[in-house]
């Protein structure tokens, strides 16, 4: 076996894995046995259409494990087929045969790499089969494989296309990892500096205080530069070639830059931005910077796509509340809703962040107009 078949043999299963079933799965299996005793009277000419029509209808429930079997599916569906075909001398004339192309594209859109290959393999049988025991031409052969192919070919599309937008959901997911330890050592390494600066200075000046205040200075001063080195080195796997800097990165205080921003550049722009509002109530001085950090990034993000997909938005308001249960951001803009609601990068890495320090955050259109996004992180989870 070379190379590129023993790698397609080994290629693992979609990723994402498949749903188990939906709803659709069901309309199907309820529909097609109507449709197939439909035709079946209808369809006087057909020979063996009757016996066609209990073998299609018992085939039906092969639908409903397509995505978790589909190599297994495949080959009970055609495999009987195939037997049926033998034993009648012809191909199945029903036009309800073709619900098994969906058998098909899921070998392809869900399958691993066995199920792929033996799919092929099997289809290839099947039409083999229909060239010694049906009176196929050679029209009914080209049109029949250019429909495989295509069925082959959107499966295949759809199953690469999933799999990058997990790549990609990945990867934001990664960079928001990142970002998040980026502020943590900016935070953190800025205090920590500045306890390594005062132990330094105390173990000066307590040169002729007793021997246990200098080893107690001297040991703040050893343990605050040996975390401060452990702390980069870690950092330093997840920034990659990035410099370290020593200050604070921002925080709920740099909230009000966001609106001064949004300010200059609707100056700088031909189209009027929205006005952006911004709100913080309750003890802001009581939020670690690393919390703060994280919603100040979560409300530049939001108001960076209010900005930029928020057809007519004439206002966003940012509201920061802080109590003793934790923090909570909201940011609403007046806009009209969007023709689609899917979650784009940024509203999964805002996601992201939330749950890694113990929140939530959820993002749709609101109510009574707009998009709103709302995120809470509770204080049980600032010291988890």
Aim: overall charge neutral; glycine content about 8%; aromatic content about 4%.
């Amino acid at each position: 076996m070379t190379s590129p078949a023993r790698a397609l043999w080994h290629a693992p299963a979609a990723s994402p894995p498949p749903p188990r079933r939906v709803w659709r799965d069901w309309v199907l299996v309820a529909a097609i046995p109507p449709l197939v005793l439909l035709e079946a009277a209808l369809r006087t000419d057909v020979p063996w259409r009757w016996l066609w029509a209990v073998v299609l209808i018992a085939l039906v429930p092969t639908l409903l494990w397509r995505r978790t079997r589909p190599l297994l599916m495949l080959v009970i569906a055609f495999g009987t087929g195939a037997v049926v075909s033998v034993a009648t001398g012809g191909d199945p004339q029903l036009a309800a045969t073709a619900y098994m192309l969906v058998l098909v594209y899921a070998a392809f859109r869900w399958g691993d790499g066995p199920a792929r290959i033996v799919g092929a393999a099997l289809l290839v049988g099947s039409t083999t089969l229909s060239l010694a025991f049906g009176p196929t031409t050679l029209t009914d052969l080209i049109g029949g494989t250019a429909v495989l192919v295509a069925t082959i070919s959107l499966g295949a599309a759809f199953r690469w296309r999933a799999g990058s937008r997990a790549r990609e959901l990945d990867r934001v997911k990664l960079d928001e990892r990142e970002q998040l330890a980026r502020d943590l050592h900016d935070t953190v390494a800025h205090h920590v500096s500045a306890i390594a600066i005062q132990a330094q200075a105390g173990t000066v000046l307590a040169a002729t205080d007793p021997d246990a205040a200098i080893a107690a200075l001297r040991t703040i001063e050893g343990e605050a530069s040996r975390t401060l080195a452990e702390m980069r080195s870690i950092v330093r796997v997840l920034r990659r070639a990035d410099a370290a800097e020593l200050a604070p990165g921002p925080g709920l205080g740099d909230l009000r830059g966001l609106a001064s921003a949004a300010s200059a550049d609707s100056a700088d722009s031909a189209s009027a931005s929205p006005r952006v509002e911004v709100r913080v109530t309750g003890d802001a001085e009581s939020v670690p910077p690393t919390i703060g950090a994280a919603v100040y990034r979560m409300a530049q993000e939001s108001v960076t796509n209010a900005r930029r997909h928020a057809r007519g938005a004439t206002r966003v308001e940012v509201l920061v509340q802080v109590d003793d249960a934790g923090i909570r951001l909201d940011v609403h803009d007046d806009g009209a809703a969007a023709a689609s609601a899917s979650p784009g990068f940024g509203i999964v890495g805002m996601v992201e962040r939330a749950t890694l320090l113990g929140g939530t955050c959820a993002a749709g259109a609101a109510p009574e107009g707009g998009w709103t996004v709302t995120a809470a992180l509770p204080r049980s989870g600032w010291s988890t």
